[in-house]
């Protein structure tokens, strides 16, 4: 135990150094000091100062007789310096070096850099390169997800006059974890929203002696797109990130690997139940998000523009139709599917990284929420074309 | 390193020493008073069956789990007393690979190596590049690995990578945690060389947790056996053949241990004809 220090410094008590000395027919360099990895940055002037003080020398000597420490990293600025200078023209020899010196000189020399690993294309190809490697990649995407929703359509079809095969378990666990545990949130946001309309509703069309309108207006608005709208989105931003993360870590972990041998199809475990899950949850919570849109709008109107609620229900009742909310409910299982099937590719994307899952967690959440909201455009184009 | 002989363990310098160990989850000890002494320049195999806790005897002396009684010395400072800069310092002068090589996967290999240097030591990027690819060299990797992603390499490669992580600080003693488990016999032997091979080399101190007889024979100066929550037994693996204890009877002497014996009348003969440039020195 006598030999261990007391306290464990960094272990560098004397700073590496180079002393140059001429003598009649070669430069010799004399190194002193612990030639080691935590002498960090002086270390790397050490090793500069070795290099550049024999630089017009024709033959080189180190003394590696005051040397009273080297590690590897050492042995790679010495080693270093002899190759370069070697390569230079000079003659370079040791002096005063002891066995374990020689040993971790050859062991953990110098490798000269390999310059042509280090070429990068010009500026303007690699970005060029780059979008054309964006946009391959969304044509390829694209055709991944309708790729995967072919194979989900055959699967079910597979399945439907199967009932006994369907997996009613994680198809309940997932019904509660999405649709059920989602309820506070989306009643919640959607209140908030129905809120929001409604009260700039009233103070923009009160200008035209309208307020009442503003009934109208988060009637219609609420239920056809708004309702559905903030749903779908919530549900991409909570669930569709979830499944992306649940498939992809599985991915990683070769769990999904581990169901293909077994010869279980990976989209009849675990992408079906969970897409099932979604197509009856968002519907159900559509509904859930109307009715609070339709609360909101009741409690702000009574409270801004004094209507109260009896007067808020009559005219809600002449201002939307059964259609006005199935118009909404109907784009719902839609938007189920879209979150869905872009969730379980993403997630099968995932490669081998904890980067990897995570870029594809965000591209899921991004991709979703972009396509919910494409869809929501061409659902309203359609409606307006069939005057529904 | 040191010159005294394995014979007298007493007075040799322990850079780690553990005392009357205990570490439990809840109710159940997996550690019960257990010592342990792993000397410097010294190449020590650990073994034990599974589940008995080597990988959690490790993890305790990196300080990842938390022990309920008993002093741990690392460089003879107790790891309980520690200030946050002795911390930093042993932290600095021991390395670790890990079983799944716990390479941090958004990172290439020439980040991974460079990573703990680049956070300890105020070094300029030509020169870390410069180090990578020597210690990329050092674990007998192409500099072509350098720019690879964990995820695209093989088994082996992993771990060699790992231990080049591990060696980047140039640390005194380095933890393997079952280094040539998953690795084909010839892979696994290569490995055993080259940790050979790097404890001559750089002066290391190894402590080192596996299953592979044929590692516990070819590169271990000393075992400890783990089991009934101690160390049973510790010494060179040629007083452990002699042993009576049932355990380690059947652990050397079983059907795999046989083979290796068969080859001589006891185990270091057997492997000193084999692997004569490992035994040589000793």
Known sequence: MSAVSARPERLVTTTPSVAREDSQDAVVLSLAGEWIVAAGHQLEAAGASLLSSAKDAKRVIFDLTGLQRMDTAGAWFIDRAQVELAAAGASVSYRGEQPKHDILLKEAGYHPPDKSSLVHPAPTVALLSAIGETIYDVGVDFLDIVDYLGEVVVMFLRLAPQPWRWRWTPMVYHLEMYGLRSVPIILLINFLVGAIVTQQGIFQLAKFGAADYAVSLVGVLGLRELGVLMTSIMIAGRTGSAITAEIGSMKMREEIDALKVMALDPLEVLIIPRLVALVIALPLLTFLADVAQMAGGLLVSWIYAGITPAVFINRLQSAIWVQTFLVGLIKAPFMAIVIGLIAATEGMEVRGSAESLGRCVTSSVVKSIFMVIVMDGLFAMFFATVDY | ?282
């Open chain 2, 1 to 282: 390193m040191t010159d005294a002989s394995p014979s007298q363990p007493s007075e040799r310098e322990a850079v780690i020493r553990v005392r009357g160990l205990k570490v439990g989850f809840g109710d159940h000890l997996v550690m019960d008073g257990l010592d342990l002494d792993l000397y410097r320049g010294e190449v020590l195999g650990f073994v034990g069956a599974s589940g008995a806790g080597k990988s959690v005897l490790t993890r305790t002396i990196l300080g990842l789990l938390h022990k309920q009684a008993g002093t741990i010395e690392v460089f003879g400072l107790d790891i309980d007393k520690m200030t946050p800069h002795d911390r930093l310092v042993v932290g600095e002068r021991w390395g670790v690979l890990f079983q799944e090589g716990a390479l941090f996967s958004s990172l290439t290999v020439r980040q991974n190596i460079q990573a703990p240097m680049r956070e300890h030591l105020g070094l300029s990027q030509s020169t870390l590049d410069g180090l990578a690819l020597q210690k990329l060299a050092l674990v007998g990797l192409p500099p072509e690995t350098a720019d690879k992603l964990p995820s695209e390499l093989s088994g082996g490669m992993t771990k060699r990578v790992s231990l080049a992580r591990a060696l980047a600080l140039d640390p005194e003693i380095v933890f393997l945690d079952e280094p040539t488990s998953g690795l084909d016999p010839i892979s696994a032997g290569d490995f055993d060389d080259l940790i050979g091979t790097l404890q001559k080399t750089l002066g290391l101190t190894v402590f080192m947790v596996t299953h592979d007889l044929d590692s516990l024979f070819a590169i271990c100066d000393r075992v400890a056996v783990l089991g009934h929550k101690k160390v049973i037994a510790a010494g060179p693996i040629s007083e452990l053949l002699l042993s009576d204890d049932p355990w380690l009877k059947s652990y050397f002497h079983g059907k795999r241990g046989v083979i290796r014996l068969s080859a001589g009348a006891d185990g270091h003969d057997a492997v000193a004809a084999e692997k004569p440039p490992q035994n040589a020195r000793r």
